[in-house]
T-cell receptor
Framework: NAGVTQTPKFQVLKTGQSMTLQCAQD?????MSWYRQDPGMGLRLIHY???????DQGEVPNGYNVSRSTTEDFPLRLLSAAPSQTSVYFC??????????FGPGTRLTVT | SQELEQSPQSLIVQEGKNLTINCTSS?????LYWYKQKYGEGLIFLMM?????EEKSHEKITAKLDEKKQQSSLHITASQPSHAGIYLC???????????FGTGTRLKVLA
C-alpha cells in the first residue's frame, strides 16, 4: 500500500494564480480531509469529505475548493492564490477507528 | 468547543533520559490519538487510547489515558535521537465528523 500520496511536494505561486493540490489514498477510506499547518497555529482543517460526492467545510475554507468524485482522490483547489495561503498542506484519510493517515505534505509559497 | 492543550510546548533532553508529554482535553475524550511528525514530513499515527485507564506501548513509547478520560500522557523511556520530532495528540469530536489536534510538543534529543 502506498498509503496517502500528495503532489507536488513543493510549489511557488504568484498572487492570483490558481492551482490544484493532488491527494490520493489506496486504503479505501471513506473519510478524507485537508489541513494546513502554520507556525504557532497548529493544524487547521480546510475541507473534509465523508465519501464520494460529499464534501463539507472545515475551520478555514475560504479561498479553497474541493471535490470528491472517487473514494481514492480528493484534490484541493486554490482559486486565486494569496500570500496568506503560504503554508504546508496535508491531506489525510481516516481509518476505521478514527486514526488518521497523513500524506507527506505540500509546501506552498505564494509571492 | 472542545480543545486539546499540550505541555510542555518544547523539550530538550539528553539521550538516555526519560520524558513525559501531556495532553489535556476541555471535554471528555472518546478516543485519543498520538502522532509524531518529523521535521518537514507528514504526521505518523503512533497509537490510540479509548478506555479510561488504558495504557499502550510501542517500543519505548507508552501512552496512558486517565480514568476520567480528560488527560493523556506520552512517556518515552531512555530517549534516543530518533525520538526527536513534534508529538501531537488528536481527538475526534463527539457527534461530528471533525477532528481536533493539540498544538504539539517539539522534542529535541541531544546525543
Amino acid at each position: 500500500n502506498a498509503g496517502v500520496t500528495q503532489t507536488p511536494k513543493f510549489q511557488v505561486l504568484k498572487t492570483g494564480q490558481s492551482m490544484t493540490l493532488q491527494c490520493a489514498q489506496d486504503m479505501n477510506h471513506e473519510y478524507m480531509s485537508w489541513y494546513r499547518q502554520d507556525p504557532g497555529m497548529g493544524l487547521r482543517l480546510i475541507h473534509y469529505s465523508v465519501g464520494a460526492g460529499i464534501t463539507d467545510q472545515g475551520e478555514v475554507p475560504n479561498g479553497y475548493n474541493v471535490s470528491r468524485s472517487t473514494t481514492e482522490d480528493f484534490p484541493l483547489r486554490l482559486l486565486s492564490a494569496a500570500p496568506s495561503q503560504t503554508s504546508v498542506y496535508f491531506c489525510a484519510s481516516r481509518g476505521p477507528q478514527n486514526e488518521q493517515y497523513f500524506g507527506p505534505g505540500t509546501r506552498l509559497t505564494v509571492t | 468547543s472542545q480543545e486539546l492543550e499540550q505541555s510542555p510546548q518544547s523539550l530538550i533532553v539528553q539521550e538516555g533520559k526519560n520524558l513525559t508529554i501531556n495532553c489535556t482535553s476541555s471535554k471528555t475524550l472518546y478516543g485519543l490519538y498520538w502522532y509524531k511528525q518529523k521535521y518537514g514530513e507528514g504526521l505518523i499515527f503512533l497509537m490510540m487510547l479509548q478506555k479510561g485507564g488504558e495504557e499502550k506501548s510501542h517500543e519505548k513509547i507508552t501512552a496512558k489515558l486517565d480514568e476520567k478520560k480528560q488527560q493523556s500522557s506520552l512517556h518515552i523511556t531512555a530517549s534516543q535521537p530518533s525520538h526527536a520530532g513534534i508529538y501531537l495528540c488528536g481527538a475526534a469530536v463527539s457527534g461530528t465528523y471533525k477532528y481536533i489536534f493539540g498544538t504539539g510538543t517539539r522534542l529535541k534529543v541531544l546525543a
